[in-house]
Each structure stands twice: as C-alpha cells, then as structure tokens.
C-alpha cells in the first residue's frame, strides 16, 4: 500500500506561490527547506532558522520575525 506523506509547509506555500505565478528565487528555495522542517524541528526553532537565514544578509543589524515577514513581501520583486 502507498502511505499518503502529509503536505509541508514549504512545498505547500511553493505550490500556492507557483500557481499564482510569483517568482522562486533561490532564498525562496532555502526558506522553503527551512518551513518543511517545521514539524521536526517546531516552531521555535523554525523562527530562529529563519531569522539566521535573514541576518546573513544583515550581519551588522538584529532581525526580528516582523522584518522576515517584509522579506517575504518584498523577496522576488
């Protein structure tokens, strides 16, 4: 029998994003990576990823979730 693998975040906004025609750049494919651990790693730990995904960018500032969430706003503009 085929077990059905539930559906990940990241592949789920990957889908949502390529139907409605939004570009997939390549830090869309690293927070992808990131939101499909969500359920192994939690939360938490998903946050923090993010966060450090972002801050490499921003090595001299401090990231907050609310500048992640601009981010992913802005990111294939």
Same mark, same amino acid.
């Given at each position: 029998? !085929?077990? &059905?693998?539930? #559906?990940?975040?990241? !592949?789920? @906004?990957? &889908?949502?994003?390529? *139907?409605?025609?939004?570009?997939?750049?390549?830090?869309? /494919?690293? %927070?992808?990576? @990131?939101? !499909? /651990?969500?359920?192994?790693?939690? *939360?938490? /730990?998903?946050? %923090?990823?993010?966060?450090?995904? +972002?801050? &490499? $960018?921003?090595?001299? $500032?401090? *990231? /907050? #979730? $609310?500048? @992640?969430? $601009?981010?992913? +706003?802005?990111?294939?503009?």
């Amino acid at each position: 029998m !085929n077990k &059905k693998q539930p #559906l990940k975040l990241g !592949n789920a @906004i990957a &889908k949502l994003t390529k *139907v409605l025609h939004i570009p997939h750049c390549e830090k869309c /494919e690293q %927070r992808r990576q @990131i939101l !499909n /651990e969500v359920r192994r790693l939690g *939360v938490k /730990e998903t946050a %923090r990823k993010l966060m450090v995904l +972002e801050s &490499k $960018k921003k090595s001299d $500032k401090s *990231v /907050e #979730l $609310k500048d @992640i969430m $601009k981010k992913l +706003e802005d990111c294939c503009d």
